[in-house]
């Protein structure tokens, strides 16, 4: 499912404008992405859990001239699942 299936999807359980359910879903990413930016977490009870996790310095290989560079660390959007949405999977 892409976004513009999800926003159709949105509107008609929500029974809304194809409009209004962008606007809703726009809000709802950007609420995200600017709690994460903060280092702070965003729990949806039952859905899960969007974080910031840390990825570590480390060395890799240049695939074109193999030779080996060094990869900063750096932060991560990370999600846990939360128990009603592994049910729903399973």
Same mark, same amino acid.
């Given at each position: 499912m892409n976004k513009s299936e999800l926003v159709e999807h949105i509107a008609k359980s929500a029974d809304i404008s194809k409009a209004a359910a962008a606007r809703s879903l726009d809000a709802m990413i950007d609420a995200v992405k600017t709690t994460l930016?903060?280092?702070? &977490?965003?729990?949806?009870v039952g859905f899960g859990t969007f974080s910031v996790g840390q990825r570590a310095?480390? &060395?890799g290989r240049n695939p074109r001239t193999g030779e080996v560079i060094k990869i900063k660390s750096a932060k991560v959007p990370k999600f846990k699942a939360g128990k009603a949405l592994k049910d729903a999977v399973n």
């Open positions: 930016k903060k280092n702070q &977490s965003v729990t949806l310095a480390r &060395s």
